[in-house]
């Protein structure tokens, strides 16, 4: 398997995306960000769809559109987690347009939209690698910096605002944080699907630990072993790679609900 080049390079971003994502996800859960999560999945069809209409890199245009997006959710700080309806409205917008931007692009169209919606990651470049090497540094660089401070604000913001923790600078920088991470994710699963690594690693973490350090790494294995497992599956099995993580991942957090409900 290891022998294909194609196998080598997916695994590569696998593993990259998969370790970011454990960690990122942490956090969404921990801060109730699922929401947000997925309204820039949404936003990612639209920057995707624009930029393959004007010739530009898919990649680079999700990422345009998330920062752009993420910038203002995290300006909105805990106000977007009561404005539900308008952010959804807003959100119904972006994937219209999206769809649109879709329609005027005739040629490859069925390729390219099979491509933004679900990922293909046996298809990343060596080209792509580099640029999610780039963006797993620096998201993890920042997150060496605010992690602390962005873990007590995500557990009692009121206490946090009272020690002088810039609670809606942290905020920015974390939204900034998940639209780099959901570019990245999407690479694998596509837009349709970030959800599964941005929720799911963190949700089964949350059944079986409930410190910090333990949570966090629990959620990075969990991710890891759901991409990794998914890959195998995809060369051995001729299966799609984003329908085995989903798959791995809710199995697993199906193991934990049993083992709750066992414990009851």
């Known amino acids: 398997m290891l022998s294909y080049s194609f196998m080598q390079n997916a695994f590569i971003a696998g593993t990259l995306i998969a370790i970011i994502c454990g960690i990122v996800s942490f956090f969404v859960v921990l801060r109730k960000a699922a929401f947000a999560a997925h309204g820039l999945g949404h936003i990612s069809l639209t920057g995707a769809a624009g930029a393959v209409l004007i ?5 680079n245009g999700q990422l345009i559109a998330n920062i752009i997006a993420a910038s203002i959710m995290g300006a909105m700080g805990d106000k977007i987690k009561k ?9 119904t ?44 540094l620096i998201i993890i660089a920042i997150l060496l910096f605010i992690s602390r401070a962005l873990f007590f604000t995500s557990i009692d ?8 923790i810039p609670n809606k600078l942290l905020s920015v920088i974390f939204f900034i944080i998940l639209a780099l991470t959901v570019t990245m994710a999407c690479q694998i699963v596509g837009v349709l699907l970030v959800f599964a690594l941005l929720i799911g690693p963190a949700a089964c973490a949350f059944q079986w630990s409930d ?29 799609p790679a984003s329908f085995c993580i989903t798959m791995i991942i809710c199995a697993v957090y199906a193991i934990g609900l049993i083992k709750q409900l066992m414990v009851r």
Do not use: H
């Open 55 to 59: 010739g530009i890199s898919a990649m």
């Open 83 to 91: 404005n539900d309806l308008a952010v959804g409205i807003v959100l």
């Open 93 to 136: 917008f972006f994937l219209g347009l999206g769809a649109y931007f879709l329609y005027l692009y005739q040629t490859g169209y069925s390729g390219s939209i099979m491509s933004i919606l679900f990922g293909n990651i046996l298809t990343v470049s060596m080209e792509q690698i580099i640029t999610l090497i780039i963006m797993a």
């Open 157 to 164: 913001p009121l206490l946090a605002r009272a020690k002088n």
């Open 211 to 239: 410190g910090f350090y333990q949570g966090m790494l629990l959620s990075i294995i969990i991710s890891l072993g759901s991409v990794w497992g998914a890959l195998c599956l995809a060369f051995y099995a001729n299966l």
